[in-house]
C-alpha cells in the first residue's frame, strides 16, 4: 500500500483481556514508531524500532506493553491485562530515519470496557 | 525538560485572516521542531518544520518562526482558509525519531 496501514481500526475489549495491533509501514521505511493518542492530546511517544530492534522504548507506560518486529517490516503492539486507562487510539508511524518526516497511519481505536 | 507547551488550546479565525499558533520548549538538545496536521479520524501529516540553524521557514501560505534565545517557536498560517480547519500539533526532538508533541490546538477558519 502506499501508506502505514493499521489493523484494526476499532478494537473494543473487556478489562482484563489481551490485545494485538498491526502496523504495516511504507515499504523500504526503516524506522517505526508507535504513539499512544488520547481524546483532546497530543500524540505520546511509546516506542520506536530502527530494522529488527527497538531502538528507544522508554515510552512504554509498564510491563503490560511489548511491541515486536520481528523482520523489520510489520510491527505488533502487544497490551496484556488491559486496563480502561489504555483506552486510546494507537497511532503507527513511519519513516527513512534520514528524512526526519514521520508518516503516521490512521491509527486504532482501542476501548476497554 | 521533555514538556512542549502550546497555545492556544484553541482558536477560532474568520477566512482570510491569519492563524498564530505558539510553542515553548525547555531542553536545549532539540534539534528539530516540526508541525502536524491532524484531520478527525486520521493520523497526523507533517505541514513544515524547521531546525534551530534558521529563524524562519515559509512554505505557502504556512510560516514556522523560530527564536532559539527564547526557546519558542510559532507557526502563522496566512491567508487561512475554511479547508485549513484541523487541530494542530508542535514537536520537537532531539533526533528525528522520538517526537515530543505539544497538547494540540484546534482551530476552527470561519467563512
Known amino acids: 500500500g502506499a501508506g502505514v496501514s493499521q489493523t484494526p481500526s476499532n478494537k473494543v475489549t473487556e478489562k482484563g483481556k489481551y490485545v494485538e495491533l498491526r502496523c504495516d509501514p511504507i515499504?523500504?521505511?526503516?524506522?517505526l514508531y508507535w504513539y499512544r493518542q488520547s481524546l483532546g492530546q497530543g500524540p505520546e511517544f511509546l516506542i520506536y524500532?530502527?530494522?529488527?530492534?527497538?531502538?528507544?522504548d522508554s515510552g512504554l507506560p509498564n510491563d503490560r506493553f511489548f511491541a515486536v518486529r520481528p523482520e523489520g517490516s510489520v510491527s505488533t503492539l502487544k497490551i496484556q491485562r488491559t486496563e480502561r486507562g489504555d483506552s486510546a487510539v494507537y497511532l503507527c508511524?513511519?519513516?527513512?530515519?534520514?528524512?526526519?518526516?514521520?508518516?503516521f497511519g490512521e491509527g486504532s481505536r482501542l476501548t476497554v470496557l | 525538560q521533555q514538556q512542549v507547551k502550546q497555545s492556544p488550546q484553541s482558536l477560532i479565525v474568520q477566512k482570510g485572516g491569519i492563524s498564530i499558533i505558539n510553542c515553548a520548549y525547555e531542553?536545549?538538545?532539540?534539534?528539530?521542531f516540526p508541525w502536524y496536521q491532524q484531520f478527525p479520524g486520521k493520523g497526523p501529516a507533517l505541514l513544515i518544520a524547521?531546525?534551530?540553524?534558521?529563524s524562519e521557514k515559509k512554505e505557502g501560505r504556512f510560516t514556522i518562526s523560530f527564536n532559539k534565545s527564547a526557546k519558542q517557536f510559532s507557526l502563522h498560517i496566512m491567508d487561512s482558509q475554511p479547508g485549513d480547519s484541523a487541530t494542530y500539533f508542535c514537536?520537537?526532538?532531539?533526533?528525528?525519531?522520538?517526537?515530543?508533541f505539544g497538547q494540540g490546538t484546534t482551530l476552527q477558519v470561519k467563512p
Open positions: 508511524a513511519s519513516s527513512t530515519f534520514e528524512s526526519g518526516e514521520l508518516f
Open positions: 515499504s523500504g521505511h526503516t524506522a
Open positions: 524500532f530502527q530494522g529488527t530492534g527497538a531502538a528507544d
Open positions: 531542553n536545549t538538545a532539540f534539534d528539530y
Open positions: 524547521i531546525r534551530p540553524d534558521v
Open positions: 514537536a520537537a526532538s532531539p533526533n528525528t525519531g522520538k517526537l515530543i
